[in-house]
């Protein structure tokens, strides 16, 4: 497998901005510049992979309380479509106090509920499915009246919420439980893109380094 420069370094590395690095030791140095890093990503995301991405950024940090942003089902959606970690940083530049993904509280549970369903609520809770998470940007996407929609559902099945998976169970095509969901919208940092010679072959495919691949 090809694993890619962290897209904030290939957004910033075609700007008049040095490349920073992406680890939490960087990002939590005080001169980090979040705004600029998230909104870069998140412009290189949508002008080079997915152009549908930007339309949750508003619907989501807008109404919300950026201190507990995974209260907010459209902002889960806009991690979804972006990662967690862009779409905090983004979000300090129109709040700037807004708290990196790490030191947010837990996903609401009723959010939660709301992406899966009421088993959500069984004896044993059901797991997000790939399909749960793909209703779940398409619903948002309807409520923040998109003009720009995914070309092709399977693509974002497998380019953008296949990688949440496969961090989460080590499987593109499996379920996620609330806790690993959960932890992914706290630690899994910026995403990379993919290349692997046979499934992944676009470089369009996200790809989040695992929690012992991180500083």
């Known amino acids: 497998m090809k694993v890619s420069a962290s897209l904030t370094a290939l957004a910033l590395?075609?700007?008049?901005?040095?490349?920073p690095s992406t680890t939490l030791t960087e990002r939590f140095n005080?001169?980090?510049?979040?705004?600029?890093?998230?909104?870069?990503?998140?412009?290189?995301?949508?002008?080079?992979?997915?152009?549908?991405?930007?339309?949750?950024?508003?619907?989501?940090?807008?109404?919300?309380?950026t201190h507990n942003i995974w209260s907010s089902r459209t902002c889960v959606a806009a991690a979804v479509a972006m990662g967690p970690a862009i779409i905090t940083d983004f979000a300090v530049c129109d709040k700037a106090d807004t708290l990196f993904e790490t030191d947010q509280p837990n996903l609401d549970y009723g959010v939660y509920a709301s992406i899966v369903g009421d088993c959500a609520y069984d004896a044993k809770a059901c797991p997000i499915t790939r399909q749960n998470l793909l209703d779940l940007v398409y619903s948002e996407l309807d409520k923040a009246g998109?003009?720009?929609?995914?070309?092709d559902a399977s693509e974002i099945l497998a380019d953008v919420i296949g990688p949440i998976m496969e961090w989460s169970s080590n499987s593109y095509t499996g379920t996620v439980a609330y806790t690993r969901f959960n932890k992914w919208l706290h630690v899994s940092g910026y995403p990379g893109t993919i290349t692997d010679g046979g499934e992944h072959t676009n470089g369009k495919t996200y790809f989040y380094d695992h929690e012992d691949d991180r500083d």
């Open 146 to 151: 998109a003009s720009i929609w995914p070309a």
């Open 13 to 19: 590395s075609a700007s008049a901005y040095a490349a």
């Open 30 to 65: 005080k001169d980090y510049d979040r705004c600029t890093t998230g909104r870069a990503s998140s412009d290189y995301l949508r002008e080079n992979y997915q152009p549908w991405i930007k339309q949750l950024f508003s619907p989501c940090v807008g109404p919300t309380d």
